[in-house]
Antibody, heavy 119, light 107 residues
Framework: EVQLLESGGGLVQPGGSLRLSCAASAFTFSSYAMSWVRQAPGKGLEWVSGISGRGGSTDYADSVKGRFTISRDNSKNTLFLQMSSLRAEDTAVYYC????????????WGQGTMVTVSS | DIQMTQSPSSLSASVGDRVTITCRASQNITSYLNWYQQTPGKAPKLVIYGASSMQSGVPSRFRGSGSGTDFTLTISSLQPEDFATYYCQQSYSTPYTFGQGTKLEIK
């Protein structure tokens, strides 16, 4: 079954760091662009970051630029989001999602991992 | 950044009704418009991509239309499982912004 499984969420203090992972299975991971999308409690969806299939192109929302880094390890079918200088407003469920091409729709979504930034 | 504006923000309807949700982009995004359905506690699910292409497995009562800056999602003959929040998203240029969502509730 085609699947994405996020991990790495948790409680972190403001200014702290966290690394999220997204493990892909049952599809050719390197052929798909990947994204991170987040949803603050009770709020809408916010696109956070995206990366091309080979990892050569990356993009970020202005709200996380310079603080978050997206990367992927195609040999391990895994997507990452390194988050630093975390703020309370980064508190959200973080979803990873796959797209068949870089400007394509997010076809497959993970179940999400919760990140809470609080002292 | 491209701003996406959905209307209405919420909508009450009955089973069997036909409903239309509108999404407007702040600039021309050609047909790079996607629609997602989300139920509470679940990940979003792709419903329509490329403005009017139905994702595999989505019932034919869902229809997307539009191009340029104005788009619509129409659900004909609402079923109980359709009551959810719907989001539009542009994938024309990064950041791939979402609309604020339309919550479809049972009347």
């Amino acid at each position: 079954e085609v699947q994405l499984l996020e991990s790495g969420g948790g409680l972190v203090q403001p200014g702290g760091s966290l690394r999220l992972s997204c493990a892909a299975s049952a599809f050719t991971f390197s052929s798909y662009a990947m994204s991170w999308v987040r949803q603050a409690p009770g709020k809408g969806l916010e696109w956070v970051s995206g990366i091309s299939g080979r990892g050569g192109s990356t993009d970020y929302a202005d709200s996380v630029k310079g603080r978050f880094t997206i990367s992927r390890d195609n040999s391990k079918n895994t997507l990452f989001l390194q988050m630093s200088s975390l703020r309370a407003e980064d508190t959200a469920v973080y979803y990873c999602a796959s797209s068949p091409y870089y400007r394509g729709p997010s076809l497959i979504w993970g179940q999400g991992t919760m990140v809470t930034v609080s002292s | 950044d491209i701003q996406m504006t959905q209307s209405p923000s919420s909508l009450s309807a009955s089973v069997g009704d036909r409903v239309t949700i509108t999404c407007r982009a702040s600039q021309n995004i050609t047909s790079y418009l996607n629609w997602y359905q989300q139920t509470p506690g679940k990940a979003p699910k792709l419903v329509i991509y490329g403005a009017s292409s139905m994702q595999s497995g989505v019932p034919s009562r869902f229809r997307g239309s539009g191009s340029g800056t104005d788009f619509t999602l129409t659900i004909s003959s609402l079923q109980p499982e359709d009551f959810a929040t719907y989001y539009c998203q542009q994938s024309y240029s990064t950041p791939y912004t979402f609309g604020q969502g339309t919550k479809l509730e049972i009347k």
